[in-house]
């Protein structure tokens, strides 16, 4: 489902359809096999990405804030034939072109594929340089949104997104308000190598894919009376958290290989990592996946220990976790964290890597 299923536009759906299809029509004559048009947007998977994210801004974003916006424009337009450098969401963003690359050649003419919308508050005439990056790396990035100074959340919605990522916490946090999945990400600290055939997504469990109600319990009373809570409930699924329907869709997209016997071959693959001890609180956190309908494809149960190392050994494409400890631990051992500003955690404790961020802006 949609994290946006809200309609956006009078227009008559047979309008809708017709538009659609000439669109079709017009990538198909193309006939270049290196640019596949891309999914309508009500039955893609969308993912909107900022440019700090998928690239490498750090130079320019400290022009920005040295030099102010109409030098920072002309900068970007003199510059405008030199690659911008990858960023945090380079990987999730090749990956996930690997496997449109798979839904394709088993379903030729489905529509349920990932789309890339590149969501920026840049000023138009910095399009060219971001036009020109994509091209370089040929990324399949055909739609985008440039605001202009403006915040690009309000567009979300619009775009159908089902994850939003960005550098800007700020607007994070508005998305997650807005009922969108989205998480903030972080320059790479150090480089891993990631698989290239399959994309890999962590998630933390507690105000990630569910609810913080536990972790209240937690911080507000302690283990002990969270352990008594689990077990009386244990029966009773968790309310969802900012990142169940970020899950639920790529569900979908694994239930397509799963249809074409490609269960062990499947090119997305779904991790639940978590403070949660197996004996003591693991069975709710299950139970509720269940309860939803959806499959997890390995769950780790690390009764408090870091998560650093396990995640080093799943080598993610990214990791989404609410508690920064835990980001900046992934981010020291080389994995890509997108912290998820919800919940009751965020009161206690803030991570130098958000306190970073905050200062740059």
Same mark, same amino acid.
């Given at each position: 489902?949609?994290?946006?299923?809200?309609?956006?536009?009078?227009?008559?759906?047979?309008?809708?359809?017709?538009?659609?299809? %000439?669109?079709?029509?017009?990538?198909?004559?193309?006939?270049?096999?290196?640019?596949?048009? !891309?999914?309508?947007?009500?039955?893609?998977?969308?993912?909107?990405? *900022?440019? &700090?994210?998928? #690239?490498?801004?750090?130079? $320019?974003? =400290?022009?920005?804030?040295?030099?102010?916006?109409?030098?920072?424009?002309?900068? =970007? =337009?003199?510059?405008?034939?030199?690659?911008?450098?990858?960023? %945090?969401?380079?990987?999730?963003?090749?990956?996930?072109?690997?496997?449109?690359? &798979?839904?394709?050649?088993?379903?030729?003419?489905?529509? $349920?594929?990932?789309?890339?919308?590149?969501?920026?508050?840049?000023?138009?005439?910095?399009?060219?340089?971001?036009?020109?990056?994509?091209?370089?790396?040929? /990324?399949?990035?055909? &739609?985008?949104?440039?605001? @202009?100074?403006?915040? !690009?959340?309000?567009?979300?919605?619009?775009?159908?997104?089902?994850?939003?990522?960005?550098?800007?916490?700020?607007?994070?946090? $508005?998305?997650?308000?807005?009922?969108? %999945?989205?998480?903030?990400?972080?320059?790479?600290?150090?480089?891993?190598?990631?698989?290239?055939?399959?994309?890999?997504?962590? #998630?933390? @469990?507690?105000?990630?894919?569910?609810?913080?109600? *536990?972790?209240?319990?937690?911080?507000?009373?302690?283990?002990?009376?969270?352990?008594?809570?689990?077990?009386? #409930?244990?029966?009773?699924?968790?309310?969802?958290?900012?990142?169940?329907?970020?899950?639920?869709?790529?569900?979908?997209?694994?239930?397509?290989?799963?249809?074409?016997?490609?269960?062990?071959?499947?090119?997305?693959?779904?991790?639940?990592?978590? %403070?949660?001890?197996?004996?003591? *609180?693991?069975?709710?956190?299950?139970?509720?996946?269940?309860?939803?309908? /959806?499959?997890?494809?390995?769950?780790?149960?690390?009764?408090?220990? !870091?998560?650093?190392? /396990?995640?080093?050994?799943? &080598?993610?494409?990214?990791?989404?976790?609410?508690?920064? #400890?835990?980001?900046? @631990?992934?981010?020291?051992?080389?994995?890509?964290?997108?912290?998820? !500003?919800?919940?009751?955690?965020?009161?206690?404790?803030? @991570?130098?890597?958000?306190?970073?961020?905050?200062?740059?802006?």
């Amino acid at each position: 489902m949609k994290a946006a299923d809200v309609s956006v536009s009078n227009k008559d759906p047979k309008e809708d359809e017709h538009d659609w299809a %000439a669109a079709k029509a017009f990538f198909d004559k193309l006939g270049s096999k290196k640019r596949p048009r !891309p999914p309508k947007p009500q039955n893609a998977v969308t993912i909107a990405v *900022s440019s &700090r994210t998928l #690239f490498n801004m750090v130079k $320019e974003r =400290q022009f920005y804030e040295d030099e102010g916006v109409e030098k920072y424009v002309a900068y =970007q =337009q003199e510059h405008e034939n030199e690659p911008l450098m990858p960023g %945090a969401a380079f990987p999730f963003v090749k990956a996930i072109m690997t496997v449109n690359a &798979r839904l394709r050649e088993l379903y030729p003419d489905s529509e $349920e594929l990932f789309d890339i919308v590149l969501m920026t508050n840049n000023h138009a005439q910095v399009g060219v340089r971001l036009i020109n990056s994509i091209n370089h790396y040929d /990324l399949t990035i055909e &739609r985008f949104c440039m605001t @202009g100074g403006k915040s !690009p959340i309000g567009y979300l919605k619009a775009y159908l997104t089902n994850l939003y990522l960005s550098k800007d916490s700020e607007k994070v946090h $508005e998305a997650i308000e807005e009922g969108i %999945a989205a998480a903030t990400m972080f320059n790479i600290e150090k480089e891993i190598q990631l698989c290239d055939n399959q994309l890999r997504v962590a #998630f933390d @469990g507690d105000a990630v894919l569910f609810s913080d109600e *536990s972790e209240q319990i937690v911080k507000e009373h302690g283990l002990d009376s969270f352990f008594e809570h689990e077990k009386t #409930f244990e029966n009773k699924p968790l309310a969802q958290g900012p990142l169940k329907c970020f899950l639920e869709a790529l569900g979908k997209l694994q239930r397509k290989f799963y249809a074409k016997n490609e269960r062990m071959d499947c090119p997305i693959r779904t991790y639940l990592v978590t %403070a949660r001890s197996a004996a003591s *609180s693991g069975a709710r956190a299950l139970k509720t996946l269940r309860s939803w309908g /959806l499959e997890i494809d390995e769950a780790l149960f690390l009764a408090g220990a !870091p998560k650093g190392p /396990l995640l080093e050994k799943i &080598r993610p494409h990214i990791f989404f976790d609410d508690q920064m #400890f835990h980001i900046e @631990g992934a981010q020291q051992l080389g994995t890509i964290a997108a912290h998820v !500003p919800y919940g009751i955690g965020q009161k206690y404790n803030k @991570g130098k890597l958000k306190e970073e961020n905050s200062m740059k802006k």
